[in-house]
């Protein structure tokens, strides 16, 4: 069982940045694809970024360009770095691992909510 807890999340002005953290215990982290998701009100759940366990990264339309995901196998964590942040990038962000060889394992963290608003 991958427990996974995020952080990071915060209040931030249009245009400005936030770096979110997602820290993985429980498995071996370097078998799993790591991704951010995201689900504002009234709306799905849709793909931020993932991120290989060899650094291979995909983006959504909507933050390709701006957003920035990384990840540390040393140390258990995923980041996504956030810049030029829109109203429209407010939502609760969700953590996910997904087991490279098999994908029904898949776990979610708790989500950590950002807000961009003046």
């Known amino acids: 069982q991958v427990q996974l807890v995020e952080s990071g999340g915060g209040l931030v002005q249009p245009g400005g940045s936030l770096r979110l953290s997602c820290a993985a215990s429980g498995g071996i982290f370097s078998i799993y694809a790591m991704g951010w998701y995201r689900q504002a009100p009234g709306k799905q759940r849709e793909l931020v970024a993932t991120?290989?366990?060899?650094?291979?990264?995909n983006y959504g339309d909507s933050v390709e360009g701006r957003f920035t995901i990384s990840r540390d196998n040393a140390k258990n964590t995923v980041y996504l770095q956030m810049n030029s942040l829109k109203s429209e990038d407010t939502a609760v962000y969700y953590c996910?691992?997904?087991?490279?060889?098999?994908?029904?394992?898949?776990?979610w963290g708790q989500g950590t909510q950002v807000t961009v608003s003046s």
């Open positions: 996910n691992a997904r087991h490279l060889l098999i994908p029904s394992m898949s776990y």
């Open positions: 991120i290989t366990s060899g650094g291979s990264t």
